[in-house]
């Protein structure tokens, strides 16, 4: 059994999303996968299923693989638009949203939408988008590139203090299959940073299919770990870290530098209990991985699992 500081940390942490590259599954076995997953011991490390909007119809055929005891949690992926076409976009996503919770009930859920925000979007597509998606009742996550996360996070911040309701969230891209896909620590550690200090939630997507940092020929470089970028957003907002501090921790290659027991989690000197863990986690959501099982085998590499 994991410690229950490891289970803090990883519980419904990583979101399926083996339609994307470097798996890039059809959907039919990727669905089949996701079946076996929710219904393996390791479930409650499993978080939903990354399914573009424009697949709903395709999906359809699969989910009575599913059950109220073995739901389809999906994470709806909205496409990416243009500041022009941005809130079309978003309707129509909304509409398809709700068509979908009313064909397939209990056994298919719809937790969040993830999409890509335009670069020029201010406040005002912000309010807009709000009283799109308001009815649905669910967590949306904007993702926004690297070099543009502190800036997004801000706006986000704003809009999130400006009406009630559920918090937007921030999307951050941590890889993909070029070396030049990967932010580095830096910009990694800012946007932990400034989503921490204006409590907007945030969530990873892509080249975190590794418990700690290394380097991988795949790619030609460093790809972060996701013990390392979990565990330092839950460690930054704990201790209030700077950047420089957070970025330590990202860039930390040796697995013994991090130890789990049942009372806490520790990276190097700095500590955290597994109840504040737990508090923190909401702030510090999931992330998008193409595989399930990779993970779990470095963790069980590292004796974790």
């Given at each position: 059994m994991p410690s229950a500081s490891l289970r803090a940390l990883l519980e419904h942490s990583i979101d399926y999303a083996g339609l994307f590259?470097?798996?890039?599954?059809?959907?039919?076995?990727?669905?089949?996968?996701?079946?076996?997953?929710?219904?393996?011991?390791?479930?409650?490390?499993?978080?939903?299923?990354?399914?573009?909007?424009?697949?709903?119809?395709?999906?359809?055929?699969?989910?009575?693989?599913?059950?109220?005891e073995h739901p389809l949690r999906v994470s709806a992926l909205?496409?990416?638009?243009?500041?022009?076409?941005?809130?079309?976009?978003?309707?129509?996503?909304?509409?398809?949203?709700?068509?979908?919770?009313?064909?397939?009930?209990?056994?298919?859920?719809?937790?969040?939408l993830e999409?890509?925000?335009?670069?020029?979007?201010?406040?005002?597509?912000?309010?807009?988008?709000?009283?799109i998606l308001d009815e649905l009742r669910l967590n949306a996550f904007w993702e926004a590139p690297a070099d543009a996360a502190e800036r997004v996070i801000n706006l986000i911040s704003e809009s999130n203090a400006a009406k009630s309701g559920r918090a937007f969230g921030f999307k951050l891209r941590t890889g993909g299959v070029t070396a030049d896909a990967f932010?580095?620590?830096?910009?990694?550690?800012?946007?932990?940073?400034?989503?921490?200090?204006?409590?907007?939630?945030?969530?990873?997507?892509a080249g975190l299919h590794h418990p700690v940092r290394q380097f991988h020929p795949s790619v030609g470089t460093k790809m972060h770990g996701f013990l390392n970028v979990l565990g330092a957003g839950v460690l930054a907002i704990e201790h209030d870290w700077s950047e420089g501090e957070t970025g330590h921790?990202?860039?930390?290659?040796?697995?013994?530098?991090?130890?789990?027991?049942?009372?806490?989690?520790?990276?190097?000197?700095?500590?955290?209990a597994t109840d504040r863990i737990r508090m923190h986690r909401k702030m510090v959501t999931s992330l998008g991985s193409c595989s399930f099982d990779e993970p779990r085998e470095d963790l069980r590499a590292l004796k974790l699992f």
């Amino acid at each position: 059994m994991p410690s229950a500081s490891l289970r803090a940390l990883l519980e419904h942490s990583i979101d399926y999303a083996g339609l994307f590259p470097p798996t890039t599954l059809a959907l039919e076995p990727a669905l089949q996968n996701q079946a076996a997953y929710v219904r393996t011991p390791d479930a409650w490390a499993l978080g939903a299923f990354i399914l573009p909007v424009a697949q709903f119809e395709a999906a359809a055929g699969s989910i009575s693989r599913f059950d109220r005891e073995h739901p389809l949690r999906v994470s709806a992926l909205g496409k990416k638009a243009d500041v022009a076409n941005f809130k079309e976009s978003l309707i129509a996503a909304r509409d398809s949203i709700r068509a979908f919770r009313e064909k397939h009930g209990v056994a298919a859920a719809i937790t969040q939408l993830e999409m890509p925000l335009p670069d020029e979007a201010d406040a005002e597509l912000l309010k807009a988008a709000r009283a799109i998606l308001d009815e649905l009742r669910l967590n949306a996550f904007w993702e926004a590139p690297a070099d543009a996360a502190e800036r997004v996070i801000n706006l986000i911040s704003e809009s999130n203090a400006a009406k009630s309701g559920r918090a937007f969230g921030f999307k951050l891209r941590t890889g993909g299959v070029t070396a030049d896909a990967f932010p580095t620590s830096t910009e990694i550690a800012a946007a932990l940073v400034t989503a921490a200090q204006h409590h907007v939630p945030i969530k990873f997507t892509a080249g975190l299919h590794h418990p700690v940092r290394q380097f991988h020929p795949s790619v030609g470089t460093k790809m972060h770990g996701f013990l390392n970028v979990l565990g330092a957003g839950v460690l930054a907002i704990e201790h209030d870290w700077s950047e420089g501090e957070t970025g330590h921790m990202l860039d930390d290659e040796r697995a013994e530098s991090f130890s789990f027991d049942d009372a806490s989690f520790a990276w190097r000197e700095w500590e955290i209990a597994t109840d504040r863990i737990r508090m923190h986690r909401k702030m510090v959501t999931s992330l998008g991985s193409c595989s399930f099982d990779e993970p779990r085998e470095d963790l069980r590499a590292l004796k974790l699992f």
